[in-house]
């Protein structure tokens, strides 16, 4: 089956650093995207790893492991701002299927700071 | 400017109604898709569109149906066969054709039952 995995919920204070993890075991892989999404709003896209290794943005990063079936975001210099949930999603290739690669999501993580 | 349009916001539905929710993007995107989210739980598919006139079973199709008329439109259908209907639906879209292309969110519609 499909599975991934993140904490439910995490608490950092401003002004640190944060990483949140992510697991997954999917049929194939195309491609994990980290999504923000404010409560009651949209997800807005942050990264996107399709090779192994860390990608940065800003006070953003991201890692992959194929290998291992692991991701991270990592969250520098946090801000009050920064308080909301984070979506780990998979792009599963579905061997056979006219699908193209739709998202797999996980439960998101929910991250407070806190002053 | 581009983006994607879903309305209303809050809708609710009596019992044995079907509602529509409504989503329209101006992006030029080909494919189209209707997330379901419910509090701790992850977004899960419940149809998708990858060209006009054609659309695919996401994993909790039962009680919804769709269409695709028309490129920039992917109006949902909640029917009276969908049981436990409340949740925050999310449309979304993107150029399917592309292994990176992320998706472009819509704004949500809450939708309650009375």
């Known amino acids: 089956g499909q599975n991934i995995d993140q904490p439910t919920e995490m608490t950092a204070t401003e002004g640190a650093i944060v990483q949140i993890n992510c697991t997954y075991q999917t049929s194939g892989f195309n491609g994990l995207f980290w999504y923000q999404q404010h409560a009651g709003e949209a997800p807005t896209f942050l990264s996107y790893n399709v090779l192994d290794g860390l990608e940065e943005k800003g006070r953003f990063s991201s890692f992959l492991s194929r290998s291992k079936g692991y991701s991270y975001l990592l969250l520098k210099e946090l801000q009050m701002k920064d308080s909301a949930s984070y979506l780990c999603?998979?792009?599963?290739?579905?061997?056979?299927?006219?699908?193209?690669?739709?998202?797999?999501f996980g439960q998101g993580t929910t991250l407070q700071v806190k002053p | 400017d581009g983006g994607i349009t879903q309305s209303p916001k809050y809708l609710f539905r009596k019992e044995g109604q079907n509602v529509t929710l409504s989503c329209e993007q101006n992006?030029?995107?080909?494919?189209m898709y209707w997330y379901r989210q419910d509090p701790g739980q992850g977004l899960r598919l419940i149809y998708y569109s990858q060209i006009v006139n054609d659309f695919q079973k996401g994993d909790i199709a039962e009680g919804y149906s769709v269409s695709r008329e028309k490129k920039e439109s992917f109006p949902l259908t909640v029917t009276s066969a969908q049981k436990n209907p409340t949740a925050f639906y999310l449309c979304?879209?993107?150029?399917?054709?592309?292994?990176?292309?992320?998706?472009?969110f819509g704004s949500g519609t809450q939708l309650s039952v009375l």
């Open positions: 992006l030029n995107h080909d494919a």
């Open positions: 999603a998979v792009r599963a290739v579905s061997v056979g299927s006219s699908n193209t690669g739709k998202l797999i």
């Open positions: 979304a879209s993107n150029y399917a054709a592309r292994g990176d292309e992320k998706l472009f």
